[in-house]
Structure formats: structure tokens, C-alpha cells
């Protein structure tokens, strides 16, 4: 009876240990998955931020923004699909805006509506990143 006994509870003892360290693996794995989502959103504001300071200057004073679109929408579609179409909306208007500002002048030659329909679908945009940043904290 001693030994039966003594054997039930080294295969509970054993059973839990698996238990335990399943369920901490499972634990550090979420915080993991959050720690990076949450870097991927820093960074996709980061571009956007970017994409923001450089499309309505005049080509002539425009920055260079080699590879921030393609490192920008890989990001929203490989790791945030729920965002892709937002981004796709302000990547419409992001292009009509930018479109009017190549040209040889150096005049910008936007108007005030123009501005605005940018700045609003920017301001849109991160508004959805904000909210999606809200589920890994």
C-alpha cells in the first residue's frame, strides 16, 4: 500500500512539474508575442511619422523615402492584416496628395483641401494603430 501509494504521488509530483512548465512556456510565449507586436507598432508609427514629413514637401526638398513603403506595408501585411485596408485608404490618398507635389518648381502645389484630405487619412491611420496597440499592453 506504502509503495502504491508512493507511486501515485511521484506520477502526480511528475504530472504537475509538466504542467507547471507547459503553462510558464505558455505564459512567457504571450509576453513574448506582445513584446514584439507592440516593437512592430513603434516601428510602423515610426514610418508613418517619416511618410508624413517628406510627402508634402516639394520634390526638391523632398527626403528620401527608399524602402519606408515597402518596409511599411510588408509590416501591416505579414503581422496586422486587420490593418491593411486602412493603410491601403491612406496609401490612396497618400499617392493623390504626392502625385501634385512632383513637379520642377519649387512651389508646392497643393491647396488647402489637399493638405487636409492627407492629414485626415494620416490622422485616421493612427487612430487604427492606436487601437491596435491597445491589445498588447
Not at 507592440?38 to 514610418?47: D, S, T
Not at 496609401?91 to 501634385?100: A, G, I, N, P, S
Not at 493638405?115 to 490622422?123: E, L, N, S, V
Request: hydrophobic residues 40%; without cysteine.
Amino acid at each position: 500500500m506504502d509503495l502504491l501509494t508512493l507511486g501515485i504521488g511521484g506520477l502526480i509530483g511528475f504530472l504537475s512539474a509538466i504542467g507547471k512548465d507547459f503553462l510558464l512556456e505558455q505564459s512567457k510565449n504571450k509576453i513574448k508575442t506582445k513584446d514584439f507586436k507592440r516593437e512592430k507598432l513603434e516601428e510602423i508609427f515610426i514610418l508613418m511619422d517619416k511618410v508624413s514629413q517628406e510627402s508634402l514637401k516639394p520634390l526638391k526638398y523632398k527626403g528620401s523615402l527608399d524602402g519606408i513603403g515597402a518596409k511599411l506595408g510588408m509590416t501591416i501585411r505579414f503581422y496586422f492584416p486587420d490593418l491593411n485596408k486602412d493603410y491601403q485608404d491612406f496609401l490612396k490618398v497618400f499617392q493623390e496628395v504626392t502625385q501634385k507635389t512632383i513637379t520642377l518648381d519649387d512651389k508646392i502645389n497643393l491647396t488647402e483641401e489637399d493638405i487636409k484630405m492627407f492629414y485626415t487619412a494620416y490622422g485616421l491611420f493612427i487612430d487604427k494603430i492606436v487601437l491596435e496597440s491597445k491589445k498588447y499592453v
